[in-house]
């Protein structure tokens, strides 16, 4: 899937569910997702960028809480 493919699907899926999305956020959770695949194991991937979603649905800012979980898989990864 081409960036402007996956781009347009995450506009999408956010139109569907009331949710609009920042510029850049599309590449940060997928950074996510890779830190949490590579650092945990994949399944680990769609379960942070869950959890993420939660925390973001709840007011923390993404940047806040893509921090704190990429801390968090850190030292799980040491």
Known sequence: M???ELDSWAEEAGEAVGVSLAPGDVATVLD???DAAHGIARPAAPLTTFIAGMAVGRGQPLA???????AAIERRSS
């Open 2 to 4: 081409e960036p402007s």
């Open 32 to 34: 996510l997702a890779r």
């Open 64 to 70: 806040e809480v893509v921090a704190a979980l990429n």
